[in-house]
Nanobody
Framework: QVRLVESGGGLVQAGGSLRLSCAASGSIFRIDPMGWYRQAPGKQRELVAL???????KCAESVKGRFTISREKNKRTVHLQMNSLKPEDTAVYYC??????????WGQGTQVTVSS
């Protein structure tokens, strides 16, 4: 089993920055990739960014150039640095870990609110 715990959400003005972190515990050897999804009110959950153990990353077009995903060397923690935030970035952000045949894992979610 894998447990994901997020931190770092909050309220920020447009143009500001936030950093989200997600710490994984449990059977982390089985997870790849790790990353973030988000869900705004009335919308479907969407991919924000993923990082693979190889170091490669995948980002949504809407956040390219503004958001950066990174993973600590111990591979237990991922960070999402969010710069130049826009009101449309407002959502609940969920940490994600792909478990392959074991299934996917999700954090409890952290609220990010960007005021205009």
């Amino acid at each position: 089993q894998v447990r994901l715990v997020e931190s770092g959400g909050g309220l920020v003005q447009a143009g500001g920055s936030l950093r989200l972190s997600c710490a994984a515990s449990g059977s982390i050897f089985r997870i790849d990739p790790m990353g973030w999804y988000r869900q705004a009110p009335g919308k479907q959950r969407e991919l924000v960014a993923l990082i693979f153990t190889s170091g490669s990353t995948k980002c949504a077009e809407s956040v390219k150039g503004r958001f950066t995903i990174s993973r600590e060397k111990n591979k237990r923690t991922v960070h999402l640095q969010m710069n130049s935030l826009k009101p449309e970035d407002t959502a609940v952000y969920y940490c994600y870990a792909g478990g392959g045949a074991f299934g996917d894992y999700w954090g409890q979610g952290t609220q990010v609110t960007v005021s205009s």
